[in-house]
Each structure stands twice: as structure tokens, then as C-alpha cells.
């Protein structure tokens, strides 16, 4: 089971939408998909349509002794085959918990590894802080995809993530690859054009040769986690999250190979 965490230490990059459609990608594919939100402001629980009142279980439980089962936690989508577990606001907690009780860093390391419920692939959909949950996502994680918008602030937060990423792979003794993925492409403005010149330059190797355009039809992430598509997914920004899965899934190969 392959357990990618979808990350970035800079909000709006398209870190829950770039979830959501590699999510659907991978169904697509005849695979299943569980999809995790680590994220207080939960906004993949509000995509699937979940209330913040009251609380649905989710996450934050996994803290809890002794914790429940992740299958315990899923909620099927209307997408078959793509399932997910809630965040809750009671997330933003876990920080202020964590001085007082050892090995919360470890809790959905270990939740994954029990977890038996059939699934493929396990998507962890980061918040876009570095504390608790995201450290929780890259010690369980065995690849870090790194979505970043086309302009130059986002530069920043995608070295941070990269950096933090190195820095966990040193902590734990094992690889964890790098996948960057461009969002938010927009061709038409020198800006745009630049940027991605700049980071298919200093990321060589580690980035998407090609770039997820802007699309007016991927911009209500409730649409793209309730409505069933029946044949290819609509929108040129899909369709381009399509073949971003085929390069992280041969990047992948590549390295099984080389091992």
C-alpha cells in the first residue's frame, strides 16, 4: 500500500484539490483510495459535504488510548472506491497535547501500518504548518508530493517543504522522494511562464516536465469530490492531474527497479 503525503508550508497551492484529483485518478485506474485530512480547517471534510457541527469522528481520535481503527473512521464518497477520514477543528489541540505525551508523532504511522481496509493508496491531505500533523504525515509517508502555485511567493514555501522533507528523511533512516507538481499555470502571463522556468531549473529531476493549468471547472472542490464523472474527467486541469499520476507512478517504477 503506497502512502503519499500531499504537502506544502504555503497555503492555497491546491494541496486538497491536487489530493482530491490523484485521488480520482487512482480509482480510475481500478485502484482504492483512502484520503486523509490533516488539516484543522478541514476543507476536504467540507468538500465531501461533512458538517463542522457536531464534530464527525476523524483524526483527531487516532490521538486518543487506545486509538480506533482508520476503517473504523472512513466515510465512503460517492466516488466508489474513494474513501476518506474527517479532520475535525479539535486538530489545532493536538500542539498544546503533544509537550506533555510522548509518541503523538508516531500515532498515524502507526494507525496506516493497522489499517485493513483494502486500500491501494492512502492520500495524506497536509495542513500548511510544520507541527504535529504534518511531521505525522511525512513519518508515515514513503513519498512527499509537493503541489506549488506558478508564482514567485510560492517559491518559498515549496524550498521550506523541501528542506523539511530532507530533514525527516535524515530523522528516519529511510528515503523519502520528492514529487513537485506546478499548479495554477497560467501561460498567458510572463509570470507565470517565468516561474515555471525557474522551477523546472533549480528542481530538475524532481519536478513534472509539465504544469496543472488554471481551470475554471477545478475551482469548487465540492464538485470534484461529489460529482461522478462517467468517462474522462471534464477540464483541461484534470486531465492534466491524469498524467501528473502516470509520472509519479513511473517515477516510482523507475526507483523499484533501480533498487
Known amino acids: 500500500m503506497r502512502v503519499w503525503a500531499i504537502a506544502n508550508q504555503k497555503g492555497g497551492v491546491g494541496k486538497t484539490t491536487t489530493s482530491l484529483a490523484l485521488g480520482r485518478a487512482m480509482v480510475a485506474r481500478g485502484l482504492r483510495v483512502l484520503l486523509v485530512d490533516l488539516d484543522p480547517h478541514a ?3 467540507r468538500a465531501f459535504g461533512v458538517p463542522s457541527d457536531p464534530q464527525p469522528p476523524g483524526v483527531v481520535d487516532l490521538f ?5 481503527t482508520l476503517a473504523s ?3 465512503p464518497s460517492p466516488t ?3 474513501d476518506f477520514v474527517c ?3 479539535a486538530l489545532a489541540t493536538l500542539e498544546r497535547r503533544s509537550a506533555t505525551q510522548p509518541g503523538l508523532g508516531l500515532a498515524l504511522s502507526q494507525a496506516i501500518t493497522r489499517h485493513a481496509g483494502g486500500h491501494d493508496a492512502v492520500l495524506l491531505d497536509c495542513p500548511p504548518t510544520l507541527g504535529l500533523l504534518m511531521v ?3 513519518a508515515a509517508a514513503d513519498r512527499l508530493i509537493v503541489p506549488t502555485q506558478c508564482e514567485p511567493l510560492a517559491l518559498y514555501g515549496l524550498a521550506g517543504m523541501v528542506r523539511t522533507g530532507e530533514m525527516v528523511e535524515r530523522s528516519r533512516q529511510r528515503p523519502l522522494p520528492v514529487s513537485i507538481i506546478p499548479t495554477m499555470y497560467d501561460r498567458r502571463t510572463r509570470i ?3 516561474t515555471l522556468a525557474q522551477l523546472q531549473s533549480e528542481y530538475a529531476g524532481r ?4 504544469a496543472v493549468p488554471v481551470d475554471t471547472q477545478l475551482s469548487n472542490a465540492d464538485a470534484l469530490a461529489c460529482q461522478v464523472f462517467s468517462g474522462a474527467p471534464p477540464g483541461r486541469a484534470l486531465a492534466a492531474y491524469t498524467r501528473a499520476l502516470d509520472w509519479v507512478l513511473a517515477e516510482e517504477q523507475a526507483m523499484e527497479q533501480a533498487a
Open 207 to 210: 519536478i513534472w516536465s509539465e
Open 80 to 82: 466508489e472506491g474513494l
Open 64 to 68: 486518543t488510548t487506545p486509538p480506533p
Open 87 to 89: 479532520a475535525q477543528t
Open 73 to 75: 473512521l472512513m466515510k
Open 43 to 45: 476543507s476536504l471534510t
Open 136 to 138: 505525522n504525515a511525512l
Open 192 to 194: 507565470g511562464r517565468d
